[in-house]
């Protein structure tokens, strides 16, 4: 996404903001089941636990908003993130899980024998889920809630002010601010749609990429293009982020799964005969 066009009229203005992308922590149906946009799904232990080291590895970087889905468990992440930064949560309706219908609550299990199943994998872009929402256009409209914070940040960025043009010894002084940081706490299927966006791949190939719970995912937006700073960085060890065994099947798993949370696909050399 390229900058506003305001902004090549104010060539003090940064140049470029700076999102960072949080799934919410561990549920205790993240990975059995997809939550969707369910009620009362909660962090659990290990999410709240997960939510306060995300705070943690983000002490010292104060954005300039902090957003979150309406759903508890991304509030739940936030807030953790709100205490420690300092910085309150701003709710974003268009940040919201896709709407699942009648998928909604039920096991991934259960689901991958559905017929609609093979779709979701192969072809996402084509995806109504029954009585839902379609990929499509909770993929729109979480990109366009991007590029319209996008705009919102550079365009009120301080401008310069007016008066005679700077001494030598005031170029500091007149050097652009730097640029924006914000962050948005949503749901593992809408980042990795934004994450498609930004790279500019098709919606169909977005299975591809994966959001582990409190991840971070950072995407600096200039006027010519976007720049994929980070990807499901979880601040963990390489050997746990590997993928678990259901994850190497080649399926990914609808909502997002649960990351390192089972044991992970690690070769192991066979045992020495004894004999």
């Not at 999410?47 to 468990?73: F, I, K, N, T, Y």
Request: charge should be negative; proline fraction near 9%.
């Amino acid at each position: 996404m390229a900058t506003p066009a305001a902004s090549q009229d104010t060539p003090s203005t940064p140049e470029a903001v700076t999102l960072i992308l949080v799934r919410h922590g561990m549920t205790d149906v993240t990975g059995p089941r997809l939550a969707g946009r369910a009620e009362g799904v909660h962090l659990n232990d290990t999410g709240r636990a997960q939510a306060a080291d995300l705070a943690a590895r983000l002490d010292g970087l104060r954005p300039a908003v902090l957003v979150s889905s309406p759903l508890e468990r991304c509030q739940e992440t936030a807030g953790a993130v709100a205490e420690r930064l300092g910085v309150p949560v701003t709710t974003d309706e268009r940040f919201i899980e896709c709407d699942y219908g009648s998928w909604t609550g039920r096991g991934i299990g259960e689901l991958s024998e559905e017929p609609l199943w093979r779709v979701v994998q192969d072809h996402p872009s084509a995806v109504r889920f029954p009585g839902g929402e379609a990929l499509a256009a909770s993929s729109a409209r979480a990109v366009e809630a991007v590029r319209d914070w996008n705009s919102r940040l550079l365009l009120a960025s301080p401008a310069p002010s007016a008066g005679p043009a700077p001494t030598a010894g005031a170029e500091a002084a007149a050097a652009p601010p730097p640029p924006p940081v914000y962050m948005v706490c949503s749901h593992g299927d809408i980042i990795k749609s934004i994450v498609a966006d930004a790279l500019g791949i098709h919606l169909d190939l977005f299975q591809r990429l994966r959001v582990d719970p409190c991840s971070i995912t950072s995407i600096t937006y200039t006027r010519t293009r976007p720049f994929l700073n980070k990807l499901n960085d979880t601040g963990e060890s390489l050997a746990a982020s590997l993928p678990t065994p259901a994850e190497a099947g080649g399926d990914a798993v609808v909502g997002g799964g649960a990351g390192s949370q089972e044991p992970p696909a690690v070769y192991q050399e066979p045992a020495a005969d004894a004999s």
